[in-house]
């Protein structure tokens, strides 16, 4: 369990640095697609959980982050018609969405506590990953202002997610 | 009805009225970008508090000692009643970071 999160942590790490030792920042269409592109991953991942998460706080959970994810992608979709940008797929994009694909075909091997467990567990450390990126990368790298804020804006709720997250595990030991 | 006969009716109510707090006010508390404002506030018993989430996010306020618990649907104002004094911490269940003081006179 800790071997297989460790290289989960990992892969998303080097994700990261992948993405900066591109050399350019991101620009704001590639940020605006990161960034929905990293809810949609955990609205995914979160829609699984409702199906198969036995404990009721972690469904619960799971409903918050469809819930918030939506609605954050929804103001994501709002900003980038305004603004009349279209979002660029990107590396970074495709590695989110490349590893978060193995990572649902690995949760959906498990069952009751177990599954519970290695979802809350992955959903921090995928929320610290997103959290990371948007702190270090993305918000520093955004050029319109609007799109920062909302970036800024996510980064609360995501850091609110971990927190909850957090909590959960701890009560699941 | 003779006056006499009033009085004692009268000072009872006055009395009641002074028991029963003047006069219960309405605060209000938004939340805002994922914050409570203002993070500390100060209310007696028997105030309502208006809850006004301005945020497209659901968040509650719930006190950590268990005394309220309100959820705050988007977009929308809520209200509840203060019940018990004290020096109340509360928080949002959906985002933990989100974190304020009520203090509650008796």
């Known amino acids: ?173 | 009805m003779r006056p006499g006969h009033c009085l004692p009716f009268i000072a009872a109510l006055l009395l009641g009225a002074a028991v029963v707090p003047a006069h219960a006010a309405t605060i209000q508390i938004t939340i805002d970008n994922l914050v409570f404002v203002p993070a500390e506030i100060s209310a007696q018993v028997g105030d309502t508090i208006e809850w006004i989430n301005k945020d497209v996010f659901a968040h509650t306020a719930t006190a950590r000692n268990g005394d309220f618990d309100v959820t705050t649907p988007p977009k929308k104002t809520v209200t509840s009643v203060l019940k018990k004094a004290g020096s109340v911490e509360y928080y949002c269940r959906y985002h933990p970071n989100m974190k304020a003081v009520l203090t509650i006179a008796p």
């Open chain 1, 1 to 173: 369990m800790f071997i297989r999160l460790s290289a989960a942590i990992a892969a998303l790490s080097l994700l990261g640095s992948a993405a900066l030792a591109q050399g350019a920042k991101p620009t704001d269409p590639q940020i605006a697609h990161i960034a929905y592109t990293a809810g949609v991953i955990d609205i995914n991942a979160a829609k699984q959980a409702i199906s198969k998460a036995g404990n009721k706080d972690v469904k619960a959970f799971a409903e918050d982050m469809v819930r918030d994810h939506e609605a954050v992608n929804k103001q994501a979709l709002d900003l980038v018609k305004k603004l009349k940008v279209t979002p660029e797929d990107n590396d970074t994009s495709k590695a989110l969405s490349k590893q978060a694909t193995d990572k649902l075909a690995e949760l959906n091997k498990l069952k009751g506590a177990d599954y519970d467990k290695a979802y809350v567990a992955n959903e921090i450390a995928y929320h610290k990953t997103v959290n990371s990126a948007l702190e270090t990368q993305l918000i520093p790298s955004a050029s319109n202002a609007e799109l920062k804020s909302l970036l800024q804006t996510g980064l609360k709720i995501f850091q609110g997610h971990q927190q909850h997250a957090e909590q959960i595990a701890a009560k699941l030991k």
